[in-house]
């Protein structure tokens, strides 16, 4: 960055560990905001700022939750607090984007656990970088019918449902995974043979 | 952005008013930032603040200069209160950007003027709205020896050159336009039609 002032260059540098940021595109969003007017990049830059103070983990789910204004304690999240919802299923997700899409789907009344990761002995993540002592600890004290475990269809999240599918079994309470299959809209041409196989294999009766 | 929490919406909402990020960009961002250390967040907020306190624009030239510490004003710009530069020429380009991008090719010595735009009737830029006014004021006031015209290959860079001419023309100054041609490393197979016939027109001797 030579030649760059270095209120100008800061921004660059700054921009670019977003991921996804080149130095590039960094550039380039540096000079839109050079540009643009002074009360709107300042709407931007608190944005951020009161996403940082006014978010939290609930300390229930560890999914999102506000921080009441003129407090510091994180208080239990939307889910957790309404008593229209199902506490005996707990739906396991990897991340809290994972538990919004699995709420925007409708589909689902109960209680979440956000564990923040999946198991990914590679990357050195085990079992001990996730919230699942929590999970678990949650699970003794107030065991839920049923646990459905909604981690990705990739090996990590292979990995933790049959992890967590060991370590609750002994508890005798009922944990399933969410189906695979074609997506919908998918075409069979177009599906690849991983898919394809899974949705053979998980064929139910018409 | 429904079921977001407000400060999450908010961010989402900021960053998608970014060129080239729209709202799937955004949310993958503001979830980065939610995971980010506090630190790193504010700091990238604060540089985007201090962008719009620290930066103004050359009161001489309209490229990029600091504001000093504890002033208002904005100070001549790095370039403008060089004594080693040449003031008898001026390199005229569209943006900061480009006055940057001409610095970094080493290759020129004189003075600049950012015009912030180029004269582009369908979009209802006319010369009124660049800083065609100062740059021949400027020039009245202290006649350069020549004026390079460093506008876009393009073609509201082309109507901006030729209006530059028609003004300066008349002062008896030299103006003059940079070459174009093949860019270094052009093959000349994967070349366009209009560079290629550019590039013919404008051939010198060996």
Redesign the interface.
Known sequence: M???????A??I???S????IGEK?A????????KEG?E????????????????GLCPQCFG???IPAGTEEVAPC?VCRDPGRDNHTICVVE???DL?AV??SGEYKGLYHVLHGAIFPLNGVGPDALKIKELMARVRAHPPVEIIVATNATRAGDATALYLAKMVKPLDIRITRIARGLPMGGEIEYTDAGTLGEALDGRREL
Do not use: D, I
């Open positions: 030579t030649g760059y002032p270095a209120p100008l800061r921004v540098e700054q921009l560990r977003l991921p996804g595109t550039g380039r969003l540096a000079f839109f905001l050079l002074k709107s990049v300042l709407a931007l830059a608190g944005s951020m700022e009161r996403l940082k103070r006014e978010m999102l939750s506000e939307r991340e809290p984007s919004m709420e925007r």
